[in-house]
Nanobody, 128 residues
Framework: QVQLVESGGGLVQAGGSLRLSCAVS????????VGWFRQAPGKEREFVAA????????YYADSVMGRFTISRDGAKNTVYLQMSSLKPEDTAAYYC?????????????????????WGQGTQVTVSS
């Protein structure tokens, strides 16, 4: 079983930055892909960013490209989402998700159904 725990959310002004963390436990971190998703009130969950274990295949939603960066620290079994130039429309609950790597990752990384394990979420609120 894999457990994911997000942290780092909070209230920030537009233009500010936050770094979300996702601590992964229960299994070795190797060979897992990790994604970040978000869901605003009344909206569908949407993909934000993802990468595979090696970090070589990293993907971002168009809406966050150039502003958000996903990274991971293998020694700490932690994945980060560095968010900069935040906008009010970035306000949402942010979730990290993980699954064992497979070749289908390259076609499914942006689908929530491709991830078997989810954290409880952390709220990000960006004020204007």
């Amino acid at each position: 079983q894999v457990q994911l725990v997000e942290s780092g959310g909070g209230l920030v002004q537009a233009g500010g930055s936050l770094r979300l963390s996702c601590a992964v436990s229960g299994r070795t971190f190797n060979n897992y892909v990790v994604g970040w998703f978000r869901q605003a009130p009344g909206k569908e969950r949407e993909f934000v960013a993802a990468n595979n274990w090696s970090g070589g295949s990293t993907y971002y939603a168009d809406s966050v490209m150039g502003r958000f960066t996903i990274s991971r620290d293998g020694a700490k079994n932690t994945v980060y989402l560095q968010m900069s130039s935040l906008k009010p429309e970035d306000t949402a609950a942010y979730y990290c998700a993980a699954n064992l790597y497979s070749d289908s990752y390259y076609d499914t990384y942006n689908y929530g159904t491709a991830y078997a394990y989810w954290g409880q979420g952390t709220q990000v609120t960006v004020s204007s």
